[in-house]
């Protein structure tokens, strides 16, 4: 990468900062608008055709990956153009991708006993137990602190997207599990002599090593899918939706409905709910009589 895309790199990302984005936003984009100036040879001093052939490279990628590619190249050219570093825009003439409603894709019960079974390390089950029980994803299960812990009201403290930090309820085994973690230290903390605690990236990919040490070879099931379990087994056992989505911290509830798959069983006993009629045996015309 040359000199002056990496300053301006640098750049988009205080301003984000200063935006207050969320790390994983941040981080994110870098990596796509990183491995976009690879590919290109530049990034500052961009054409449109070469965005829109990156967009569109034939590449095994889903359409929800090109529209993420597409927020971070349209947000860092913004930025160029806003800040006159750019004199055009040319993120401007990238079409908009259309992505496939999406589907829930949750872990079933005998995966999440398989995940939790087939040699995972306690530290492992601990992120499992913390993703199927509280729906957290895998930003929020790094940074569990022993100080989240509210014994009194039984609640667990988490920040969601936009750093919003919301208290929900602590699920029993969370509870318990939290008598065997530490009380006022990071319950994943970081190694290698770093201070904090583990990224989200590594709580990903301990839990994809325990997918496959679990014999689990769906390709769609993911660690997420632990919060898409979360959510379909709440709606499953009858809880309102929207108690759904605040236990997701959704902004939407149009996004809760994404995570949550509704069983054959609950199809069934929604359709049957309906009263049945009588309804004759025959239509009665021949016996209504016709006025003269």
Same mark, same amino acid.
């Given at each position: 990468?040359?000199?002056?895309?990496?300053?301006? /790199? =640098?750049?988009?990302? %205080?301003?984000?900062?200063?935006?207050?984005?969320?790390?994983?936003?941040?981080?994110? #984009?870098?990596?796509? @608008?990183?491995?976009?100036?690879?590919?290109? $040879?530049?990034?500052?001093?961009?054409?449109?055709?070469?965005?829109?052939?990156?967009?569109?490279? %034939?590449?095994? *990628?889903? =359409? $929800?990956?090109?529209?993420?590619? #597409?927020?971070?190249?349209?947000?860092?050219?913004?930025? &160029?153009? %806003?800040?006159?570093?750019?004199?055009?825009?040319?993120?401007?003439? &990238?079409?908009?991708?259309?992505?496939?409603?999406?589907?829930?894709?949750?872990?079933?019960?005998?995966?999440?006993?398989?995940? @939790?079974?087939?040699?995972?390390?306690?530290?492992?089950?601990?992120? *499992?137990? @913390?993703?199927?029980?509280?729906?957290?994803?895998?930003?929020?299960?790094?940074?569990?602190?022993?100080?989240? *812990?509210?014994?009194?009201?039984?609640?667990?403290?988490?920040?969601?997207?936009?750093?919003?930090?919301?208290?929900?309820?602590?699920?029993?085994?969370?509870?318990?599990? =939290?008598?065997?973690?530490?009380?006022?230290?990071?319950?994943?903390?970081?190694?290698? $002599?770093?201070?904090?605690?583990? &990224?989200?990236?590594?709580?990903?990919?301990?839990?994809?090593?325990?997918?496959?040490?679990? $014999?689990?070879?769906?390709?769609?099931?993911?660690?997420?899918?632990? #919060?898409?379990?979360?959510?379909? %087994? /709440?709606?499953?056992?009858?809880?309102?939706?929207?108690?759904?989505?605040?236990? @997701?911290?959704?902004?939407? /509830?149009?996004?809760?409905?994404?995570?949550?798959?509704?069983?054959?069983?609950?199809?069934?006993?929604?359709?049957?709910?309906?009263?049945?009629?009588?309804?004759?045996?025959?239509?009665?015309?021949?016996?209504?009589?016709?006025?003269?």
């Amino acid at each position: 990468m040359h000199d002056h895309d990496r300053d301006a /790199l =640098a750049m988009f990302i %205080d301003y984000q900062r200063a935006q207050n984005l969320a790390a994983t936003t941040i981080t994110n #984009r870098r990596s796509i @608008l990183t491995t976009f100036a690879r590919w290109a $040879g530049t990034l500052v001093d961009c054409d449109p055709f070469t965005l829109r052939r990156y967009i569109g490279r %034939d590449a095994p *990628i889903t =359409a $929800g990956t090109r529209r993420t590619e #597409r927020g971070a190249l349209t947000a860092f050219y913004t930025f &160029l153009h %806003d800040e006159g570093l750019r004199a055009d825009n040319p993120a401007l003439k &990238l079409p908009v991708i259309r992505v496939p409603k999406g589907k829930p894709r949750p872990f079933t019960a005998e995966q999440i006993d398989a995940l @939790l079974t087939t040699g995972a390390y306690t530290r492992t089950r601990a992120m *499992i137990l @913390l993703g199927y029980y509280q729906g957290f994803r895998a930003s929020s299960i790094a940074p569990v602190h022993g100080d989240d *812990i509210d014994r009194l009201t039984g609640r667990i403290r988490s920040v969601v997207k936009g750093r919003k930090e919301v208290w929900f309820p602590l699920h029993p085994v969370i509870a318990e599990l =939290a008598d065997t973690m530490p009380d006022h230290d990071y319950w994943f903390p970081a190694r290698g $002599g770093r201070e904090g605690h583990i &990224l989200a990236a590594s709580v990903t990919n301990i839990i994809t090593r325990a997918k496959k040490r679990a $014999g689990i070879a769906e390709r769609k099931l993911t660690p997420h899918s632990l #919060r898409h379990a979360f959510a379909t %087994d /709440l709606v499953e056992e009858g809880v309102d939706i929207r108690v759904v989505q605040e236990l @997701l911290a959704h902004e939407h /509830l149009s996004t809760t409905q994404i995570y949550t798959q509704v069983s054959e069983r609950r199809k069934d006993e929604g359709i049957r709910t309906l009263a049945g009629r009588e309804v004759l045996a025959t239509s009665g015309r021949g016996s209504v009589k016709i006025a003269a």
